[in-house]
């Protein structure tokens, strides 16, 4: 019986499902069919494989082919199951090792002249392989470098049809000389130069709040007048982010290759992603979206990173709305026709605002040329739901003269360097997360309201001014949470063990306002 | 006869002796009626076969099975309704077969597809 089958993966956002290709030669006259729900893309696998098969040194079957990819009920689609088809056809043929060629998960497109060329999404396809049990993956030469960040699975790469038959024991025993991948692990690139903190002037506040929004997981916004900093401020945050866990850069490495951004053999990093979307985005670039097949969208490629969005009042509203699902649960849900896909999406957001639409309200020296109406509704453009998830509302002023001076005489604080913050934003996270180890919690700012009353209450004494405030009806509940958390990324960043008086006032100060009225 | 006829009708002997090799007895040749031609009839085991010759030399423009489409088929069927009908055949034991006859270095290699269909 001349019937022969090797595997591949179907991949639908992050998580793939094994495919069986069968391919079936009967004694009939030649024709290739194609079954198993293949969409358009995939249904011309069939002459790029013909092309491809006979430019290898080797031939189609003159007799009908029939391929089959199971399960069927699994869409199918894309290029990537083209050398799952060629191999199967020529262990059906019994041109090659039939038990070799099934022992093995293939990825890969093929080109006419039977060259394998690069696919998207091959780390998340052999990390599914692998949880399936599967312990050997060819993959196309270019993506071997994420693949082999898999561990435990054998990896090797491929740039023709021809090493891979040779591999299976084409005209002779088995030559393979295929480059296995080095399980390397990701590496922290500093070498790309990231902005650095000192390169800014004055913003003292401004940056410690930057620190303790970094230290504490908060999200944030900024406001203030046009041209002082804000958009460097926010660059620089991600800078002060300690480096990825192996798992946590893996998880984003698995978004980008969705996307193909490894397939030119770019380096694979484990510095926290920096996304700052243009002002036009719609809520298909931010959340995802995608032509039948669900895509990832920017807040993913922003997981376990910062989304930075600058001028957020131009956002369209519906995209800024759309962000509190993923803000709330850390994943969202593309649905498209092909399926529906969960990303992660555990983002920090930082928000940058001008203060009116001319951006000069509240600066000294000029004057704001804005009626008070049209400052409420530039404001009001950030809805109350979405700002009530934000932390930290700074309020950014002009530097003056004298903070001007002391930075060009070199006079700013010392130890602001990047590196020197973010040793400190690693320590104080280490203290949050011991403290927080038995509620599955790490961060400060994912601490539920609740359990913050309940069982992380500072003293009676160093809440007795918000607790006052809060009996006046000067703070609402909510701000009072707030106040809370940022308490505790500050005491964490001072080393105190539980914040103290100072703490809740500066955590008072970031907290802003409550509400709409964000400034 | 031209060149290719030449070599069709040289295939269509070679595919009868390649039959008769097989068992199989020969009852027509080159069959013709206003639809087209049958290239040769048999018959093993009270079964009619219905086969359809292709003849090449080198295999340039692809295998000989390859130019057999599914119009060829579906003429071959209709033919061989008419030939049952002309001599009284039972069609219900009928069989359509495809031979090709390769010949590429002074070899000749015949293949056999038995029961064919598109």
Same mark, same amino acid.
């Given at each position: 019986?001349?019937?022969?089958?090797?595997?591949?993966?179907?991949?639908?956002?992050? %998580?793939?499902?094994?495919?069986?290709?069968?391919?079936?030669?009967?004694?009939?006259?030649?024709?290739?069919?194609?079954?198993?729900?293949?969409?358009?893309?995939?249904?011309?696998?069939?002459?790029?494989?013909?092309?491809?098969?006979?430019?290898?040194?080797?031939?189609?079957?003159?007799?009908?082919?029939?391929? +089959?990819?199971?399960?069927?009920?699994?869409?199918?689609?894309?290029?990537?199951?083209?050398?799952?088809?060629?191999?199967?056809?020529?262990?059906?043929?019994?041109?090659?090792?039939?038990?070799?060629?099934?022992?093995?998960?293939?990825?890969?497109?093929?080109?006419?002249?039977?060259?394998?060329?690069?696919? %998207?999404?091959?780390?998340?396809?052999?990390?599914?392989?692998?949880?399936?049990?599967?312990?050997?993956?060819?993959?196309?030469? /270019?993506?071997?470098?994420?693949?082999?960040?898999?561990?435990?699975?054998?990896?090797?790469?491929?740039?023709?049809?021809?090493?891979?038959? @040779?591999?299976?024991?084409?005209?002779?025993?088995?030559?393979?000389?295929?480059?296995?991948?080095?399980?390397?692990?990701?590496? @922290?690139?500093?070498?790309?130069?990231?902005?650095?903190?000192?390169?800014?002037?004055?913003?003292?506040?401004?940056?410690?709040?930057?620190?303790?929004?970094?230290?504490?997981?908060?999200?944030?916004?900024?406001?203030?007048?046009?041209?002082?900093?804000?958009?460097?401020?926010?660059?620089?945050?991600?800078?002060?982010?300690?480096?990825?866990?192996?798992?946590?850069?893996?998880?984003?490495?698995?978004?980008?290759?969705?996307?193909?951004?490894?397939?030119?053999?770019?380096?694979?990093? +484990?510095?926290?992603?920096?996304?700052?979307?243009?002002?036009?985005?719609?809520?298909?670039?931010?959340?995802?979206?995608?032509?039948?097949?669900?895509?990832?969208? $920017?807040?993913?490629?922003?997981?376990?990173?910062?989304?930075?969005?600058?001028?957020?009042?131009?956002?369209?509203?519906?995209?800024?709305?759309?962000?509190?699902?993923?803000?709330?649960?850390?994943?969202?849900?593309?649905?498209?026709?092909?399926?529906?896909?969960?990303?992660?999406?555990?983002?920090?957001?930082?928000?940058?605002?001008?203060?009116?639409?001319?951006?000069?309200?509240?600066?000294?020296?000029?004057?704001?040329?804005?009626?008070?109406?049209?400052?409420?509704?530039?404001?009001?453009?950030?809805?109350?739901?979405?700002?009530?998830?934000?932390?930290?509302?700074?309020?950014?002023?002009?530097?003056?003269?004298? /903070?001007?001076?002391?930075?060009?005489?070199?006079?700013?604080?010392?130890?602001?360097?990047?590196?020197?913050?973010?040793?400190?934003?690693?320590?104080?996270?280490?203290?949050?997360?011991?403290?927080?180890?038995?509620?599955?919690?790490?961060? +400060?700012?994912?601490?539920?309201?609740?359990?913050?009353?309940?069982?992380?209450?500072?003293?009676? @004494?160093?809440?007795?001014?918000?607790?006052?405030?809060?009996?006046?009806?000067?703070? %609402?509940?909510?701000?009072?949470?707030?106040?809370?958390?940022?308490?505790?990324?500050?005491?964490? $960043?001072?080393?105190? @063990?539980?914040?103290?008086?100072?703490?809740?006032?500066?955590?008072?100060?970031?907290?802003?306002?409550?509400?709409?009225?964000?400034? | 006869?031209?060149?290719?006829?030449?070599?069709? *009708?040289?295939?269509?002997?070679?595919?009868?002796?390649?039959?008769?090799?097989?068992?199989?007895?020969?009852?027509? *040749?080159?069959?013709?009626?206003?639809?087209?031609?049958?290239?040769?009839?048999?018959?093993?085991?009270?079964?009619?076969?219905?086969?359809?010759?292709?003849?090449?030399?080198?295999?340039?423009?692809?295998?000989?099975?390859?130019?057999?489409?599914?119009?060829?088929?579906?003429?071959?069927?209709?033919?061989?309704?008419?030939?049952?009908?002309?001599?009284?055949?039972?069609?219900?034991?009928?069989?359509?077969?495809?031979?090709?006859?390769?010949?590429?270095?002074?070899?000749?290699?015949?293949?056999?597809?038995?029961?064919?269909?598109?």
């Amino acid at each position: 019986m001349n019937l022969a089958k090797s595997y591949s993966v179907s991949l639908i956002g992050l %998580s793939g499902t094994m495919v069986e290709v069968e391919a079936e030669i009967s004694s009939n006259l030649p024709a290739f069919v194609l079954v198993g729900l293949p969409d358009t893309s995939l249904l011309e696998a069939k002459d790029r494989v013909r092309a491809a098969l006979t430019n290898s040194g080797t031939a189609m079957p003159s007799r009908r082919v029939t391929v +089959n990819l199971s399960p069927a009920s699994v869409p199918k689609r894309g290029s990537g199951f083209d050398l799952a088809i060629a191999v199967a056809i020529l262990a059906a043929d019994k041109k090659i090792d039939a038990k070799s060629a099934a022992g093995c998960i293939h990825l890969g497109e093929l080109a006419l002249d039977g060259s394998i060329r690069a696919i %998207s999404g091959v780390l998340p396809a052999v990390l599914s392989a692998k949880q399936a049990g599967y312990n050997k993956v060819i993959v196309p030469m /270019q993506n071997l470098g994420e693949a082999s960040l898999v561990q435990s699975i054998e990896v090797l790469g491929a740039s023709s049809l021809g090493q891979v038959v @040779a591999h299976h024991g084409f005209g002779g025993p088995s030559t393979s000389l295929l480059p296995v991948g080095r399980a390397a692990g990701a590496s @922290a690139d500093r070498e790309v130069s990231q902005p650095d903190l000192a390169d800014i002037v004055g913003q003292d506040e401004a940056i410690e709040a930057i620190t303790i929004a970094a230290a504490g997981g908060h999200h944030m916004l900024m406001v203030g007048p046009a041209g002082i900093g804000k958009t460097m401020l926010a660059e620089r945050l991600a800078g002060l982010l300690p480096d990825l866990s192996d798992e946590h850069a893996l998880e984003c490495a698995a978004i980008a290759s969705v996307l193909g951004r490894y397939s030119d053999g770019i380096k694979l990093s +484990n510095r926290p992603p920096f996304e700052a979307p243009h002002h036009s985005a719609s809520m298909a670039a931010l959340i995802g979206g995608g032509m039948g097949v669900p895509q990832p969208g $920017l807040v993913s490629l922003a997981h376990r990173g910062v989304l930075f969005l600058d001028e957020a009042p131009e956002f369209q509203r519906p995209a800024l709305d759309s962000l509190r699902q993923p803000l709330e649960s850390g994943e969202v849900m593309v649905h498209r026709s092909s399926g529906t896909a969960r990303f992660p999406a555990r983002f920090q957001l930082v928000m940058a605002a001008n203060p009116c639409p001319c951006g000069k309200w509240g600066s000294k020296s000029r004057s704001c040329s804005c009626k008070a109406s049209a400052r409420h509704s530039y404001a009001a453009k950030l809805s109350g739901p979405l700002l009530d998830r934000i932390d930290i509302r700074l309020r950014l002023q002009v530097p003056t003269q004298v /903070q001007n001076t002391l930075a060009r005489l070199g006079a700013t604080e010392v130890g602001r360097s990047t590196n020197a913050v973010r040793e400190r934003v690693v320590i104080a996270r280490r203290r949050a997360a011991e403290r927080l180890a038995a509620t599955g919690f790490s961060l +400060n700012a994912e601490i539920p309201g609740t359990m913050l009353r309940k069982n992380f209450r500072p003293s009676r @004494a160093a809440t007795l001014r918000i607790d006052r405030a809060l009996d006046r009806g000067l703070i %609402s509940m909510r701000g009072y949470d707030r106040c809370l958390r940022l308490a505790w990324t500050c005491a964490d $960043l001072a080393g105190n @063990a539980t914040p103290d008086e100072h703490d809740l006032a500066k955590a008072f100060l970031l907290r802003g306002e409550d509400g709409n009225s964000a400034w | 006869m031209n060149q290719r006829q030449v070599l069709g *009708r040289y295939g269509e002997a070679r595919a009868a002796v390649y039959l008769e090799d097989q068992g199989y007895q020969i009852v027509e *040749r080159n069959w013709r009626c206003r639809d087209g031609e049958i290239d040769l009839i048999a018959t093993l085991e009270s079964q009619f076969v219905f086969v359809e010759v292709k003849t090449r030399k080198g295999s340039g423009f692809g295998h000989p099975f390859e130019a057999i489409t599914v119009e060829k088929m579906a003429r071959m069927r209709l033919l061989a309704a008419q030939w049952c009908r002309a001599h009284q055949v039972n069609p219900i034991k009928i069989r359509l077969d495809a031979i090709s006859v390769l010949i590429s270095g002074g070899r000749i290699s015949i293949e056999h597809l038995k029961q064919v269909s598109l």
